[in-house]
Each structure stands twice: as structure tokens, then as C-alpha cells.
């Protein structure tokens, strides 16, 4: 029985990401969930008191997906600055492919609407990163002109930045190609020996040819 009941309410809570994706809170309403995943409001209020509760559902489930991600590529054997170029990428893939987490940002960002507590994403973001980098010091894989605490801020606002501009120009299409654009520039600020090229392709593989314009 609890088990089914877990069932159904990752299936609310996909559902409901697809519409808070395409409307955001406020054009979205329970009659529309409802609608679209096929429930009966009664069934929806039966798991989530609320549309806030089931918001704060969609956005605790994309924060939800991060903490085993962030920990099979720490568990990986290659240097700190490439764990942290692929963990990027792997990311990137995950707003751009993963409905979920694309309706959590989107959530987050209109967080005012919502009249609930909505969770600080970026935090734990940070700490990776910092943890990352400070790895890579060590390693003597990092500019000796870097600090880690600093260029950890530096690199979460730069590559959340970029997913908004992303979204924003193409629907994060290009978003792969954009990333790599965007650590050309950050590694040549931060390896201690820039080479870029060659750190992407260990972390990343090939640049994939790119999309016409």
C-alpha cells in the first residue's frame, strides 16, 4: 500500500512538473493536474493538501536528484578539476533533458508566488565546488593566483547564469556547446596549467558538431 501511495505521488508530482514548466505556478491549478495526469482533484488533494504542497514537492524532488549525482562523480578517480567540468556537464544535461528539474527552476525563480518556504538550491552547489576546488589546489591542479572559496562563487554564478541566458535564447538546446564555450574561459583563469582542450575531452568526450545557428 505504501508503496503504491509513493507511486502515485511521483506520478502527481511529474505531472504537475509538466504544466508548472509550461505555465509556472500561478497559470497552473489543480483542475489542470487534474486534467493532465488523469486524477480526480480528490485524489490529488489526498496526497497534497495543496498547489504550494505540490510545488514544494516538485522542487524538494530536483533537489532531491543532486546528492547521488554529486556523489558518483566524486567517487570517480580523475583529478578534482575534471570531476568538477564533468559534474557540470552532467547537470546541464539534466535541466535541459529532466522535466522535473526544469519545472523546480523554473519553481524556485517564481518562489514569491508561492506561499510556502520554497529550499535555497545554490548552497550545496557551492559547497561542492569549493570542496572541488580545494582538491584541485591540493593536486596542484589550481592557479596559485586562485582562491577556491572565491572562484567557487565565481563558477556557480557563471554556470546558472548560463542555463538562464540558455533557456531563454533556445530552450537550452545548445546548451552542451554554450558550457564548453564557457570553461574555455573559466580554465584559462583557474588551471594552474591552462589547457582546456584536453581537460574537456578527458571530462566531456569530443565537442559534438555544432548546431546551425
Known amino acids: 500500500m505504501q508503496e503504491r501511495a509513493e507511486a502515485t505521488r511521483r506520478y502527481l508530482v511529474e505531472a504537475a512538473a509538466h504544466l508548472f ?67 557540470s556537464f552532467t547537470v546541464a544535461r539534466s535541466f535541459r533533458d529532466d522535466v522535473v528539474v526544469r519545472a523546480g527552476s523554473r519553481l524556485w525563480m517564481e518562489r514569491k508566488a508561492i506561499e510556502a518556504p520554497v529550499p535555497t538550491p545554490f548552497v550545496a552547489w557551492i559547497e561542492t565546488v569549493t570542496e572541488l576546488l580545494r582538491d584541485a589546489r591540493a593536486e596542484g591542479e589550481l592557479s596559485s593566483a586562485v582562491e577556491p572559496e572565491t572562484a567557487a562563487l565565481a563558477v556557480v554564478y557563471a554556470f546558472f547564469g548560463l542555463h538562464t541566458v540558455s533557456d531563454a535564447l533556445d530552450g537550452r538546446a545548445r546548451i552542451e556547446e554554450r558550457l564548453r564555450e564557457l570553461w574555455e574561459v573559466l580554465l584559462l583563469a583557474i588551471q594552474a596549467a591552462p589547457d582546456a582542450p584536453a581537460l574537456l575531452a578527458r571530462a566531456c568526450g569530443p565537442a559534438p558538431a555544432a548546431l546551425p545557428a
Do not use: M
Not at 510545488?55 to 554529486?70: F, Q
Open 21 to 87: 514548466e509550461e505555465r509556472g505556478f500561478a497559470g497552473t491549478s489543480i483542475s489542470d493536474i487534474s486534467a493532465r495526469s488523469g486524477r480526480t482533484s480528490g485524489a490529488i488533494y489526498f496526497h497534497f493538501t495543496n498547489k504550494e504542497k505540490l510545488a514544494l514537492a516538485v522542487v524538494e524532488a530536483t533537489l532531491a536528484t543532486w546528492p547521488a549525482l554529486i556523489a558518483r562523480v566524486r567517487a570517480s578517480s580523475a583529478p578534482a578539476l575534471d570531476k568538477l567540468v564533468s559534474l
